[in-house]
């Protein structure tokens, strides 16, 4: 029978996935599984149990077809993972195997039984509930002071500590593996884009291990990924070295970004989508996703719009998942684009790109590639080696997308742009000190009442002055009452001197009260947190904030210079918004510019005012978003570059700036 040795060495296992039997082939030679039809799976029992001698008589001939598709399966699989078959050099990808797994898994088997077990769950979750409780006694500190992710240091110390990082991810799935009784078979280097991380394979969990088995091996790197993150962090608030800080705030901030946007999200095919298969039976859900895609494509492709439509329909949560990771990588990489490239132009455009063929171009996070794990190596029957492809029509489709790409290029679209806002606090609601002193009470943060007392200054020597200039206004007056019979001149002098006393005293008085501010209105009354009592105030200080009970509300927010002229003549319509509201502004009366001198970095001032009240406004996370005239799509593009281009230089200047400080 044809593939006879082959079909002898290979194993047949029968698993459980969603109520139904999956039939699993494993080839021992190359460690590659076969997925197998039921009907397939029951005439390779039947084949394999006549070359056992268990089964007697002239096979038929569906048994000798399947053994002949079979055994083709398993030799081209054998040479595919000798290397005999000559396979498509991808030189963004390489995997590099270095040594076999298995003979030193024997020695980690205490450790796995220590690190999975409830002893090693305990520690995790001291580990963080004492994350968690520095976090909130240091008032986040470490958060406030990580600063850009994307920053040339921290994109540098990624690419330094990300290898390390990994080797300790693979770490943990080879002691989850030793703790389910699974041969790990091979590690490795894999070269993404030439860049080198290490990989295992665990492909051998998907026979071996049970359900909770496999969950606990694809969740292992990611035990391992936040056990490094905490360690880190609680390490960080115990060392003052700078550079040790850089180093351990990138271990924390790559280490759970990185585990939550990538390995833990189930839509990509990595640790946490087979964690989510395996606990949902659907361990072969992205593969028949991507297969249901794929189907509708081709329908497309051949301009069949109901084959398409039915397809569809026949498989809507699997095209969904499809287009949802794929539609996720391609948001991750524009997001990145977004925040790199106003930052290091040349720089930017590398990253992008090794991103783009990371993401697209790689078996590790393609369509239909296996995890770095070596998890989801099964293969369908009808997805090994294929015959000459079939000529198709999809060619057609080239000149159709170029046209209706042109279309969309000339399709006219409105500018949007949406700017944060806040209460003007240091404006229109600011309290200030006309005169200077030394603060002797100020109200409480309150409402408050008109004219109610907000701040009380003294000054050294004010009330002495006050009182001597009484004394002597009094005096004059006696001496002119006296002296007004006896010595008119006398008299006549007193009063003169009595008039630049009473004047004097009436200046005094009025400073004096200029040192007692009031509320000129109702509302809430925020003091200024930095100010005590005996603390010495300038004129002209903020005190404080009164924000109106009634009125208007006055917003500002910084305005990117490179908006400004399409504010000043092209502005259609501006919406105030926040979570709980949706106001409609008149672009004439409630939108205008202040401090049109701005400097680069900081635009200027959009000035917004609101129907709304500053008190009910108080809190409240707002903005406003402006549109104005429609322009072609392609000219668009030419302004969002210009806006990629105008933010690189900010920051090289910024950078510059701060070098030479």
């Known amino acids: 029978m044809a593939g006879a040795g082959p079909l002898r060495e290979a194993r047949l296992h029968l698993s459980e996935e969603g109520g139904r039997h999956l039939y699993l082939l494993a ?30 008589g002239t096979p038929p001939e569906e048994e000798i077809a399947a053994a002949t598709v079979i055994g083709e399966f398993i030799r081209a699989m054998r040479a595919d993972a000798s290397g005999e078959r000559r396979r498509k050099f991808n030189p963004l990808f390489m995997q590099v195997p270095l040594f076999d797994v298995g003979p030193w898994q024997k020695y980690l088997r205490g450790l ?16 963080a509930m004492l994350s968690l409780w520095i976090h909130s006694a240091t008032d986040g500190a470490m958060v406030s002071r990580i600063g850009d992710i994307f920053s040339l240091s921290a994109i540098a110390t990624f690419a330094m500590v990300a290898p390390v990082t990994k080797v300790l991810h693979e770490l943990g799935h080879v002691l989850a593996a030793t703790r389910a009784g699974v041969r790990v078979r091979k590690a490795g280097v894999m070269l ?10 665990c492909s051998e969990a998907d026979l071996l291990a049970r359900r909770s088995g496999r969950i606990m091996i694809s969740l292992g790197g990611l035990f391992a990924d936040l056990s490094v993150a905490m360690v880190a962090f609680i390490v960080w608030h115990l060392v003052e070295d700078p550079a040790l800080r850089q180093v351990l705030s990138s271990l924390v901030v790559f280490n759970s970004i990185n585990t939550v946007i990538f390995n833990l999200n189930p839509i990509l095919k990595l640790d946490g989508y087979f964690a989510l298969s395996d606990a949902a039976h659907r361990r072969n859900w992205h593969m028949e996703s991507f297969v249901a895609l794929k189907s509708v494509r081709s329908a497309l492709a051949g301009f069949d719009m109901g084959t398409a439509m039915r397809r569809v329909m026949d498989a809507p949560l699997r095209v969904a998942f499809a287009l949802a990771s794929t539609g996720w990588k391609i948001w991750i990489v524009a997001f990145v684009a977004w925040q790199v490239l106003p930052k290091f132009l040349g720089l930017g455009l590398f990253l992008v790109g090794w991103g783009m063929a990371a993401m697209f171009f790689t078996p590790l996070l393609s369509l ?17 080696p294929r ?32 700017v944060p806002l806040d209460l003007d606090m240091d404006g ?23 004219g109610a007392a907000l701040v009380q200054l003294e000054a050294p020597g004010a009330e002495a002055e006050l009182a001597l200039a009484e004394a002597e206004r009094r005096f004059d007056l006696a001496l002119a009452d006296s002296a007004a019979g006896l010595d008119p001149l006398t008299a006549q002098a007193a009063r003169q001197r009595a008039v630049t006393s009473a004047a004097r005293v009436a200046r005094l008085q009025q400073i004096a009260e200029l040192r007692t501010v009031r509320a000129a209105q109702a509302g809430l009354f925020r003091p200024e947190s930095t100010l005590h009592r005996g603390a010495q105030v300038g004129p002209g200080r903020v005190v ?14 910084a305005f990117p210079e490179i908006w400004v002229e399409k504010l000043s003549d092209d502005l259609r319509g501006a919406t105030l918004r926040s979570s709980h509201f949706y106001e409609v502004l008149d672009p004439e009366r ?3 510019l202040e401090d049109m001198a701005g400097d680069v970095t900081g635009g200027v001032r959009l000035a917004v005012v609101s129907s709304h009240s500053a008190t009910a406004l108080t809190g409240e996370p707002l903005s406003t978003r402006l549109q104005f005239g429609a322009e072609p799509l392609w000219r668009h593009a030419v302004f969002r570059g210009r806006i990629l281009l105008l933010r690189f230089r900010e920051a090289q200047q910024a950078a510059q700036g701060a070098a030479t400080q």
């Open 192 to 201: 993404l884009g030439l860049y080198p991380l290490p990989f295992v394979d």
């Open 27 to 56: 080839d021992p030679a190359s460690g590659r599984i076969l997925r197998l039809e039921p009907k397939l799976a029951r005439l390779m029992a039947n084949v394999r149990a006549r070359l056992n001698g268990r089964l007697t």
């Open 590 to 592: 409630d939108i205008r």
């Open 368 to 384: 239909n590639g296996a995890s770095p794990q070596g998890r989801g190596r099964n293969q369908g029957a009808g997805d090994g």
């Open 112 to 127: 796995a039984a220590v690190t999975f077990s409830t002893f090693g769950a305990v520690v995790f979750a001291m580990l």
């Open 428 to 450: 229109s609601y600011a309290i200030r000190v006309a005169q200077g002193g030394v603060l002797r009470a100020m109200a409480d943060a309150a409402h408050v009442e008109p």
């Open 544 to 557: 404080g904030h009164l924000l109106p009970d009634h009125g208007t509300a006055r917003l500002t927010g």
């Open 387 to 418: 015959g000459p492809r079939r000529a198709g029509r999809g060619w057609l489709w080239l000149p159709l997308l170029a046209g209706i790409a042109l279309l969309l290029a000339f399709l006219p679209r409105p500018y949007h742009v949406t």
